[in-house]
């Protein structure tokens, strides 16, 4: 497996003229990925997911050439992912005028009839369980679960306390096992 170029290569090429478009195509393959699935997870529909990372990249796009390292770029893309998906989510609240639990209901439909979820049961229940969470502890759940970041990173991401961001893991996991345990 290819390793990718290192962020501050491509941030260096980004800001000449001649290597920007190198550049933007290297961020794709290295960061693509991982934002399709951080939003995919909250969102739970492919094609939603796939409008969104490509917003989310034409952001990046606009955005990168201020980009200023105080921040990790990676950190720095999964808060642009983060706010078009709660962008995304609270217009769909609105426009459908649905309380956030009957739309977890519609995303868990949506879930279940998707082509695209290839999980196995037990995969498709912590799923379910995921979507019974507030949208901050889902957030926070999916960074740490699935994304294997550290709670300094979210924390950058979310803008919340590690200590805050720390309680929300445990009580979404609390949730989660209350959720799978019900269910048996």
Not at 14 to 33: G, H, I, P, S, V
Not at 97 to 123: E, H, I
Not at 161 to 178: D, N, T
Request: proline share 2%; net charge negative; with cysteine.
């Amino acid at each position: 497996m290819p390793t990718h170029p290192e962020d501050a290569e491509i941030l260096s090429k980004f800001q000449e003229e001649r290597t920007r478009n190198e550049a933007f195509n290297l961020l794709l393959k290295k960061y693509q990925q991982k934002i399709y699935w951080h939003v995919r997870r909250m969102v739970i529909d492919h094609d939603d997911a796939d409008d969104i990372v490509q917003d989310v990249f034409v952001k990046i796009w606009k955005s990168l050439g201020g980009f200023r390292n105080d921040a990790q770029l990676y950190t720095w893309m999964y808060r642009i992912a983060t706010n078009e998906c709660i962008t995304f989510l609270n217009k769909k609240k609105q426009k459908n005028n649905v309380s956030l639990d009957d739309m977890n209901y519609d995303l868990a439909d949506t879930l279940a009839a998707s082509t695209y979820f290839d999980g196995d049961k037990a995969q498709y229940k912590l799923q379910q369980a995921l979507l019974t969470l507030p949208e901050k502890q889902r957030l926070v759940f999916n960074m740490k679960y699935y994304d294997d970041m550290k709670y300094e990173e979210i924390s950058d991401v979310l803008g919340t306390s590690v200590g805050a961001l720390k309680a929300s893991f445990h009580l979404a996991v609390k949730k989660i096992e209350a959720f799978l345990l019900s269910k048996d």
